[in-house]
């Protein structure tokens, strides 16, 4: 019988991802970081940079040190491992859902502060 555990490969993949997603927020933040006091004229925009990237150099180290905590569970206890919790997914999906909704109320506050019909 072939033992369930894959040496390691899984959570380095799962790392990767991980890896790749703070990637992608780490550019978004770089770029409102840019973008939006130039936008909006006022340099208390640039905060939203400052904390998209506080976020992603938070979320990088986490998985990097789950991956490290898999990957020692694996080979301590192979294919019975306990593995630690998603909370970082969790925690993830609320940055993002923050995110998203305060993107809908700049938009709409610039709209009616302008005069555009949204």
């Keep these: 019988m072939t033992p369930l555990f894959d040496d390691g490969l899984q959570p380095e993949r799962t790392e990767l991802a991980w890896r790749r997603t703070a990637l992608a927020l ?15 004229g006022d340099a208390w925009w640039a905060l939203g940079g400052v904390a998209g990237l506080l976020a992603t150099a938070w979320l990088y180290l986490s998985a990097r040190r789950r991956y490290r905590r898999v990957n020692e569970a694996l080979r301590r206890e192979g294919d019975r491992a306990r593995m630690p919790s998603a909370g970082v997914l969790g925690i993830l999906a609320l940055f993002v859902l923050a995110v998203g909704i305060t993107s809908v109320a700049v938009v709409l506050a610039v709209a009616v502060r302008g005069g555009a019909a949204v």
């Design 26 to 40: 780490a550019v978004g933040s770089l770029v409102a970081f840019r973008l939006l006091p130039s936008a909006f």
